[in-house]
């Protein structure tokens, strides 16, 4: 590889125009902070910018699809491969300190005026398909090296100069360069500039690397005297269909995000100058809501992966000592059922997060009697492999919530102790024991119901903590230790809510509360502005007085949270949707249901996704899966018996 030259005659400098992306509802799993406007700093005196010497690669070869629209084995979560061409579970990363990019700002450029056109596959596809790479479950398994959601943020079509066939890396960062130098993209140290930018070429367009068809680099800059920084970028090519085009991006987004430098994760044995990253070593592709991407390894599971949505449930028998983890096909029959044995019959509280930063959930038990609490992992057959025991836990814990509190990346619990008035911010390490305890004290001896949620939309969770008395609620949230560093009273609020939940009912990225009164038969979508202070408050009255359960999922597939609202005496049921403004906009009832369900979860049981509803009715020994369409009509109701009648609690995974 060589630098770009400093002499010859002068190129034409890149011309490029926006493209206008379309408006995406992301999914609620995946919600990330909204971005800050970009700004731009003058121009200073430049030296020529200079790419680096080495690069990461995806060299053409025979990739292995694993079928269309695969899903997981029985009780699997994920996809993992195994084949000749997947790297064996004896594999080993490095992780060499350097660069990660975090949460990935993509800047998608379209080289070439042939892109102008009628281009196959056409720019609105391109765009819709990394759209759902980035917006899925994808990247999910890339937490365990630091590695979150990243977003679209830009599309344009590079009309000048075309791309000569072949085409160097000199010519794609020459385009780089150009754009940041001529103010079409802000410095990478400027407030929108830390981008990563991916060139994608026409249809057969090659580069003069023989045998690679796709790379990402980085850019060093300096500016005088004292600036110095880098610029992400890659190039992928593609034979005019839309699966060659989007194994290679999601190949290069994965090595991108996890290796941008060269000096961050990499497979032993690891190079400077030949990059050995997490895609090389894996062969294997699958699709993903109908796209196809290329598996990538992971660590933690000692194998190439592609995440999915599917979730499982986890049943626990106290009685036996027991916990089930239970998966289902795409017809909601059960095609899974592992037994854990040698169980506590004494776990008090079950709540589920990514505690490990690993892509997948935990569970954390609580057995208050013993002052212990585990933290619980399954691998992908549904068998436990991991039971660490944090031990000295106060037997005085009343209430606990899970979220990422701090913003490190992973889930932490908050337990409340009435009594004492206290509250602690607790988390974990990669193997779950504790690693942060963080005792916030003075707190009220009087709240009554907790819920967790990103409200003020900063990326985080805080807390919503009521007090049924006092007709108030504070909006608290934490620093980076755990500490406090919000704490807004919202005063004049009933006295006679009764129930609480958490999602995003409006569509705007951020999460609301749903409070019902059962005696006046009204619910409120309430919302809040970024420092805590309520800003939406709609109420929705005529609601029946005989709700017994709440339950929020997005289960008609539209971007935005609905509740699921069961009255069991009369064996009713309604779905309840909201508008962007909080008013109730759908509301779907449905008679002739069990009076005889016990425990009710929503989860992406299917992989489709959207939530499903599980259903047990402990006396049948029976759960039904049922599932909406679109237009809120039942499109699916499988019964599965032969259900234990002793399952006392139900978690999803």
């Not at 367009?205 to 068809?213: F, L, T």
């Not at 009594?419 to 009220?444: E, K, P, Y």
């Amino acid at each position: 590889m060589h630098k770009p030259s400093d002499n010859g005659p002068p190129t034409e400098k890149a011309r490029c125009l926006p493209v206008v992306l379309p408006h995406i509802s992301r999914r609620k799993r995946y919600r990330k902070a909204p971005s800050t406007a970009p700004s731009r700093k003058p121009l200073g005196p430049r030296e020529r910018r200079r790419r680096a010497d080495a690069g990461g690669v995806v060299r053409r070869r025979t990739l292995r699809e694993a079928g269309n629209d695969i899903r997981p084995s029985p009780g699997g979560a994920d996809l993992f491969f195994h084949s000749g061409c997947d790297a064996s579970a004896s594999a080993t990363i490095s992780n060499g300190g350097g660069a990660i990019i975090g949460s990935v700002s993509l800047q998608l450029l379209f080289w070439g005026s042939s892109w102008a056109g009628t281009p196959s596959p056409g720019v609105s596809n391109v765009i819709s398909a990394v759209n759902s790479i980035l917006e899925g479950p994808y990247m999910k398994s890339l937490r365990q090296y630091g590695v979150s959601q990243g977003s679209l943020t830009g599309a344009w079509i590079i009309t000048s100069p075309d791309p000569p066939n072949p085409f160097s890396d000199d010519d794609a960062h020459r385009i780089i360069s150009d754009l940041i130098d001529q103010g079409s993209f802000p410095e990478p140290d400027d407030p929108g500039g830390r981008n990563l930018y991916m060139l994608i070429l026409p249809a057969n367009v090659s580069s003069d690397q023989k045998g690679v068809i796709g790379e990402h680099l980085y850019d060093s800059d300096y500016d005088f005297p004292f600036d110095f920084d880098k610029a992400w970028f890659g190039w992928v090519t593609h034979d005019g269909t839309l699966d060659s085009l989007t194994a290679t991006f999601s190949h290069e987004l994965a090595e991108a995000c996890s290796d941008p430098e060269g000096d961050g994760i990499q497979i032993n044995p690891t190079s400077s100058t030949n990059w050995n990253e997490i895609c090389d070593v894996c062969c294997s592709t699958a699709r993903l809501e109908g796209i196809l991407v290329q598996s990538y390894w992971s660590d933690h599971d000692k194998a190439c992966v592609i995440p999915t949505d599917l979730e499982r449930a986890v049943l626990y028998d106290r009685n036996a000592g027991q916990a089930d983890v239970v998966g289902f096909d795409t017809t909601g029959t059960m095609n899974a059922d592992v037994t854990n044995s040698g169980w506590r019959s004494s776990w008090d509280v079950i709540v589920t997060g990514d505690f490990l930063q690993n892509g997948q959930k935990q569970l954390v038990l609580y057995d208050r009697s013993a002052g212990q609490a585990d933290v619980v992992g399954f691998d992908g057959t549904g068998n436990l492999n991991l039971d660490n025991t944090n031990s000295g836990w106060r037997t005085s814990w009343d209430l606990i919530v899970v979220g990422d509190f701090v913003g490190n990346g992973r889930d932490q619990v908050v337990l409340y102790d009435r009594n004492a008035g206290q509250a602690d911010v607790v988390g974990f390490d990669g193997i779950g024991n504790l690693n942060l305890d963080t005792t916030n004290s003075g707190w009220r001896t009087s709240w009554d119901l907790i819920a967790a949620g990103d409200f003020i939309g900063n990326g985080l969770k805080q807390l919503l903590l009521y007090d049924r008395n006092a007709g108030q609620a504070d909006m608290v949230g934490f620093d980076g230790t755990g500490n406090v560093n919000l704490d807004n009273t919202n005063s004049g609020w009933r006295t006679s809510w009764d129930l609480i939940v958490v999602g995003d009912f409006v569509g705007n990225g951020q999460d609301q509360i749903l409070l019902y009164d059962r005696s006046a038969g009204q619910a409120d979508v309430v919302g809040f502005d970024a420092t805590g202070n309520l800003n939406l408050d709609i109420t929705s009255s005529g609601w029946p007085t005989t709700w017994d359960v709440l339950v929020v999922g997005e289960f008609i597939a539209n971007g935005r949270d609905q509740v699921l609202l069961y009255d069991r005496n009369a064996g009713v049921a309604a779905v309840a949707g909201f508008d962007a403004t909080g008013a109730l906009q759908q509301q779907f009832v449905f008679t002739g249901w069990r009076t005889s369900w016990d425990l009710i979860v929503a989860g992406e049981f299917l992989g489709n996704g959207q939530d499903q509803i599980l259903l047990y009715d402990r006396s049948a020994g029976q759960a039904d899966v049922v599932g909406l369409d679109t237009s809120g009509n039942i499109n699916m109701d499988t019964t599965n018996s032969g259900w234990r009648t002793t399952w006392g609690a139900l978690a999803v995974l």
